[in-house]
């Protein structure tokens, strides 16, 4: 098996004496040869400052001491940053050489980055670039009691900075979280190794609103049951992931027909309202339709109705009038007669219900709403739907569905998502 080319990445600094002089940088020499035989690179990049950079000169009569070569562009090269002080300077002068290997060589190297040497900014710098980049961080050590490592004391510390890389993983998590990018928080969740982080109720979690956001119930509440809201990383959430798990059961386990419609109905709808959020407005209108016939189906199961399959006797027995069966039957397929929305709430009228008289006295309005929803991309046309459109169909819904139910609000509520309170945000400049 080929083995992977190694470059050592080093920060060049004068050593801790401000006055540069031969003695210093033979010293600081040292202790750099002393990491490069221990990692014994492929390759060496020395990141100096114009000043700095004569301490390279130093390192070859090193290697050459040793009876070995040390050759420019060969066994190493210099990179000179004028602006040692300069945070952003210094990590795009290591970035851009990470980038030079790794994608515009097309090269597969394994790149550790020591930090050790150099100025306070070159060398967060450093480390900030390799953790960015994922790449091995190391740091010399020994014995400071002369105020710096003392020949002969050094240690080569790789530094496990996996913790850190838990812990941004664990806020990239949050923020996707409440970004409604569920299968997102997975995956993260996967790469996180720190026991102290709960990982697995964070994953029945995450799992739990991926289901539910896709309407199955069942597997929602099955995870989000498993959930351990005693465990610190759900403090802010906890009431409102009671609140949802309670909706949940009520869609599983409720006796009362209507109580797990109305819950189901309400899902549906703050559904629509992330989907609108994402701005994905054709995609939250086409469930806001859904919702609106779903209304209406509620509606008509407390006459003993089924849109799917009209039972014409209780029509009769519910005295709706010759004429709007007759019109019905024309419709009948398969010995069925099967009806859609704007029938639903024409039926709900000749019933003489509220929501079928809402409908008709607002028809005008209604159908031109439901006509763009047709003539959308997601429908039966090409048309692209407005923020505008979204609220003006929302708001006939949300009427619809409180003239439903008065415990509506409620289960639009309960229904409502958990979001973590981000005080803690990543940085988006």
């Not at 490069?36 to 090193?62: C, H, M, Q, W």
């Not at 403090?235 to 309670?246: A, C, G, H, S």
Request: proline share 0%; with cysteine.
């Amino acid at each position: 098996m080929k083995r992977k080319e190694v470059i050592l990445f080093m920060t060049v600094g004068t050593g801790t004496n401000l006055n540069i002089n031969e003695e210093n940088s033979q010293n600081h020499a040292q202790k750099l040869y002393y990491t490069i035989n221990k990692i014994r690179p492929d390759k060496v990049i020395f990141f100096a400052s114009g000043k700095s950079k004569g301490t390279v000169e130093y390192i070859k009569e090193l290697f050459h001491k040793d009876n070995d070569e040390f050759i420019l562009d060969e066994d190493y090269q210099i990179v000179i940053i004028n602006a040692i002080d300069d945070l952003n300077t210094c990590f795009e002068a290591y970035e851009s050489k990470i980038w030079e290997l790794d994608y515009e060589d097309g090269g597969d190297y394994d790149i550790i980055m020591d930090y050790t040497s150099g100025t306070k900014t070159m060398s967060a710098a450093m480390a900030s670039c390799g953790m960015f980049y994922s790449k091995d961080l190391i740091s010399v050590g020994g014995d400071r009691s002369t105020g710096e490592v003392s020949r002969g004391t050094e240690i080569i510390n790789y530094q496990n900075i996996y913790k850190i890389y838990d812990k941004f993983a664990l806020m990239r998590t949050r923020n996707n979280f409440n970004a409604n990018r569920f299968r997102a928080c997975i995956d993260i969740l996967n790469y996180i190794v720190d026991l102290n982080i709960h990982k697995e109720s964070l994953m029945h979690l995450c799992k739990a609103y991926y289901a539910w956001d896709n309407m199955d119930f069942e597997d929602a509440y099955d995870h989000l049951r498993k959930v351990n809201l005693n465990q610190v990383e759900f403090m802010e959430v906890k009431n409102d992931i009671k609140f949802n798990l309670k909706a949940l059961g009520n869609i599983i386990n409720s006796k009362s027909v209507n109580l797990k419609n109305c819950y189901i109905l309400a899902s549906l709808i703050n559904n629509s309202i992330r989907r609108s959020e994402e701005f994905k407005y054709d995609d939250a209108i086409a469930r806001l339709y859904r919702s609106f016939e779903l209304i209406a189906q509620i509606e008509l199961t407390k006459y003993n109705i089924k849109s799917s399959d009209i039972d014409v006797s209780v029509l009769k027995q519910n005295n709706v009038s010759d004429e709007f069966i007759m019109d019905l039957e024309k419709t009948r397929e398969d010995g069925k007669i099967r009806i859609g929305l704007e029938k639903d709430f024409l039926l709900l009228n000749e019933l003489g219900n509220d929501l079928g008289k809402h409908y008709v006295e607002n028809e005008s309005k209604i159908k031109n709403l439901t006509r763009k929803r047709n003539n959308s991309i997601l429908a039966h046309g090409l048309d692209s739907l407005t923020q505008n459109d979204f609220d003006e169909f929302l708001d006939i819904v949300l009427n619809l569905s409180y003239s439903l139910d008065k415990d509506m609000k409620k289960f639009i509520k309960q229904t409502k998502f958990a979001k973590f309170d981000l005080k803690l945000k990543l940085n988006q400049n």
